[in-house]
């Protein structure tokens, strides 16, 4: 049975469209994260899906253009990463477009697709929608940034073929993130699930 939310929202994605995981990670760019979840990354050959924040692209512009580099997809997780469940229409297309901005001015793209904080915002608010944005959601939240392996295993039993899982590059998980990160992806392949490229995932 298709759950009520996704009736209601049908634009918004909750899973992938081609039968493959997508691994997201919210919160980069990060001076003690980033670099240790592209390097576990690298090491599976896993493609994923970073919503920057741009108070966080302004400081560490060189990890922005590391994770582009290293061939993945970039979206938006607007500027300072407040819950825009009540928040005014002006304020949502700043909080969008000022990050835009950023991450256009350091790697001449504007990200398609937009994760609002906290998963937080009135879906029937229009203004990103009218941005040409892209909203992706989950249906896998670890609860990485607890740093407690009970939260994350009993998390990842809900995986599917099609799911789409959250994970977060911040200071909460900086010191646990390589263990975080591994513990997702084997129990991910040892599902015989597969991987799949952002951009393919959400077509």
């Not at 400081?59 to 005014?88: A, D, Q």
């Not at 609002?116 to 929608?129: A, M, S």
């Not at 646990?176 to 959400?202: A, R």
Request: aromatic share 14%; with cysteine.
């Amino acid at each position: 049975m298709t759950p009520l939310y996704k009736i209601l929202f049908p634009n918004v994605f909750w899973n992938t469209k081609n039968n493959k995981v997508l691994l997201t990670i919210d919160d980069s760019p990060t001076n003690k994260g980033t670099e240790k979840v592209l390097k576990i990354l690298n090491y599976y050959s896993i493609k994923g899906l970073f919503f920057v924040k741009g108070n966080e692209c302004e400081h560490y512009s060189n990890l922005l253009k590391e994770i582009y580099s290293e061939n993945h997809c970039i979206g938006n997780h607007s500027f300072n990463h407040n819950s825009m469940l009540f928040m005014n229409n002006k304020k949502i297309s700043d909080e969008i477009l000022r990050t835009d901005k950023i991450i256009s001015e350091s790697l001449s793209i504007t990200p398609k697709y937009f994760r609002p904080p906290f998963g937080r915002f009135n879906f029937y608010n229009g203004t990103i929608n009218k941005l040409d944005k892209v909203i992706v959601m989950w249906d896998v939240f670890t609860y990485d940034y607890k740093n407690n392996a009970k939260f994350i295993k009993f998390a990842i039993q809900k995986c599917r073929k099609n799911s789409i899982i959250t994970m977060h590059d911040n200071s909460k998980t900086e010191n646990n993130i390589d263990y975080n990160f591994k513990l997702v992806i084997e129990s991910v392949l040892s599902k015989n699930f597969v991987f799949g490229d952002p951009i393919e995932c959400l077509k």
